[in-house]
Every structure is written in structure tokens, then in C-alpha cells.
């Protein structure tokens, strides 16, 4: 399984980025795909999650509201719709995949892409 993430890069505070996040070589039609950050000196966050298979969505409460995880299976591609960002938004976004739902992952996710730069400034 590969995970290539894009769509990072440089904002001011209250502008909006997506990401997205490609998803190659499984078969599972049940899976789920998670957005994780890391900030400088910070430990990893989940941010958000989605099941494919039952469209459960999960958000981090720093985020909810702001935040909007989707999919589209055709292409094996999920976003993460970025608004009203703020500096503490600044980190380094991954994508994480395994073939569970959400629920059941625990945060623990075998499958990571290599991480797209998210920094936003006033």
C-alpha cells in the first residue's frame, strides 16, 4: 500500500487548503484513511478519519468545524478541506491508511505517506 500526499504549502491566517491523499495497492473495500499532524517539538495528532465502507467521520475537537475529511473511491483519493486556518495549524499533515474502520484502529495505522508542509502565518 502507497500513500502520496499534496496540496501543502504556505497561507495566512483565514485562508483554506486542501490536501489530498492518493491510496494505491490494496484490494479492502473496507478501510480507513486518517489525516495526522506534527508540529516542531509537538507529538502526533489525528486530525481526522474516514471509513470508507460505512462513511464514519471522526475530527479532533481543534478542528471540528474548520476541518472537512471526504473521499472519492473512484479515484482511491481522500481529502482534507482546510479552513479559517491558524497558525497552530502549522505542522507537517500525514496520511495514514488501515483495513479498518475508523473506530477500531485505535490510532494505529500501519500504512503512512511521506507528509506534505502545512504552515500558515499572519
Known amino acids: 500500500v502507497q500513500l502520496v500526499e499534496s496540496g501543502g504549502g504556505s497561507v495566512q491566517i483565514g485562508e483554506s487548503l486542501r490536501l489530498s491523499c492518493v491510496v494505491s495497492?490494496?484490494?479492502?473495500?473496507?478501510?480507513?484513511v486518517a489525516w495526522f499532524r506534527q508540529a516542531p517539538g509537538k507529538g502526533r495528532e489525528e486530525v481526522s478519519c474516514?471509513?470508507?465502507?460505512?462513511?464514519?467521520?471522526h475530527y479532533a475537537d481543534s478542528v471540528r468545524g474548520r476541518f472537512t475529511i471526504s473521499s472519492d473511491n473512484a479515484k482511491n483519493a481522500v481529502y482534507l478541506q482546510m479552513m479559517s486556518l491558524k497558525p497552530e495549524d502549522t505542522a507537517v499533515y500525514y496520511c495514514?491508511?488501515?483495513?479498518?474502520?475508523?473506530?477500531?484502529?485505535?490510532?494505529?495505522?500501519?500504512?503512512w505517506g511521506q507528509g506534505t508542509q502545512v504552515t500558515v502565518s499572519s
Open positions: 495514514a491508511f488501515e483495513e479498518m474502520p475508523c473506530d477500531y484502529t485505535q490510532g494505529d495505522f500501519s500504512r
Open positions: 474516514i471509513s470508507i465502507r460505512n462513511g464514519n467521520l
Open positions: 495497492g490494496f484490494t479492502s473495500d473496507d478501510y480507513s
